[in-house]
């Protein structure tokens, strides 16, 4: 009869681990989900209004995650996303995947070369990060197709992406204090 | 100088080559991948493009069908804003359409005044009176009194007791007149009296009004055989009435030993009416 409620109680406990590390695991791929979904659903021109105002949330979510929790988002899940990027706004392919891999590589060198980061000096950093990465995709596509990417466009882009970017450090600042607690829980 | 430039190196080649917990791969070799992809899909070669749109064709399926979502919320905002907009849309064509009535209804209305005066205008040249037209603007039903006033008055030559025809056939008699405008004292009136003359036979009578619909004929000889008779005229023994005039016809049925007559002109239905003025010189018109 013991060994029956014991028996119950450990596939109670056993079940409850699963439930937690299901929910755990969840939680930690959702960022990279959330890469791939705005790479395949052509979020570029979803968001794109009064012809100025888009950004990039892709450079806002590589560079965030790499520099505060590598472990989240996988250098290999970030240059296919960049291939799948490339594939669906018709670039060529690699394009989006190096200007990817660029802001993921000031994002580790950030990582590397500081001991305390805050919102500012991610903020100001990543400046460094949108000019590299729209620096190279504009090279490219300048320099080895027949495309002509504006000036203004990518301007605007890089500016309202570095404006924006506060906010999403505060979600995702929010949301990774969420993943260390049920982690630690 | 150079403890600083070493602190870059170093951090670079971190970044660079090291690989973390979970990554598989260096950012170096990622590159490296990138940019020979990048190369080889420039130069075109075949292998490349076959492989290019394979993975076109996976992505964009992939893609249309994760972009369901985003485009659904958008057809979602668009169904609301077209149904706000379809909502005033028929609320303005329903005011439309209630106008449409409206003139729809004007216009039948002026249709059947139309019609209604070109026949009084045909009255007039086919007539072998001199008549004039004129329209019903008060029309006082009572049980006293069946009276209606006319726009036509002493200016259009109308005086005291002219007859009044409805579509040819007597109606009533002027019993006031004013400038601009006549009371026509109706057959049914009670105090209606007019000699008239029941063919075939030429049966003299009195046609009184009794405030009803149906006027009585009186004074009729004692052998006046209601089957028979039919129509009723105007005899003109009063002198103000013109004979000949029609008037009615004999109704058949018998109510409290007295006879009635069912006019022609139907006292309920008059808007329009031709007052007679005199009798007419022309020969083409009679």
Known sequence: MLSLESLQIWRQCKMAINVKTLREGFLRVLPLFLLIYICISEFHTQFYYWNIFSFNFQFILIYYWILRDPSILGYGFVFLCGAINDVVLSLPLGTSSLSYLFVALVAAYVRNATVRSSLFTDWFTFVIAIFIGNFITYFLLKRFTLMKPEYVTMFYNSLFTFILYPAFWGVFELYRRIINLKTYD | MSTSRDDFGIAIRSALLQRGAKQKFSLFVLIVISLTIFVLDNIELKPVKILRSIVNDAVYRVSAISSSPIKFGSATKDFFVNHVLIYKENEELKLEIEELKKQKLKTSFLETENKQLQELVQLDKKSTFITVGAKIIFDKNSPYLNSVIINKGSNSGIKLGMPVLSKGYLAGRIVEVNYLSSRILMLNDLNSRIPVVVSPNGDQAILSGAGKKKPILEYLPDNFNAQLSKAIYTSGKDGILFSGIPVGEVF?????????????????????????????????AM
């Open chain 2, 252 to 284: 058949e049925g018998k109510k409290n030993n007295r006879i009635e007559a069912k006019l022609f002109a139907d006292p309920d239905q008059i808007s329009l009416i031709n007052v007679i003025l005199g009798k007419s010189s022309d020969l083409e």
